[in-house]
């Protein structure tokens, strides 16, 4: 079975980049991801798309805000 929900160090190893490079980016809602309490998660399928240039930000995602953190869901 395919892991379908990717945790930022997955989706950092998949990118070859570092945690610390990767937290910014979903801050600014470059990066199509949601939190699960202070952690972040990523669809796969949405990272997929997104990777293949398909998706700038897919259709229903909304800012979702919480403290100093945002970023789309």
């Known amino acids: 079975m395919t892991k379908q929900i990717l945790t930022i160090d997955e989706l950092a190893e998949r990118w070859q980049v570092s945690r610390s490079n990767l937290y910014p980016l979903c ?11 202070q952690q972040w998660r990523f669809k796969l ?10 998706a700038e930000m897919p259709d229903g995602f909304e800012t979702i805000e919480g403290g100093d953190e945002e970023c789309q869901w």
């Open 27 to 37: 801050r600014q809602g470059k990066v199509p991801g949601f939190k699960v309490g």
């Open 45 to 54: 399928s949405v990272i997929e798309a997104y990777e293949r240039g398909q």
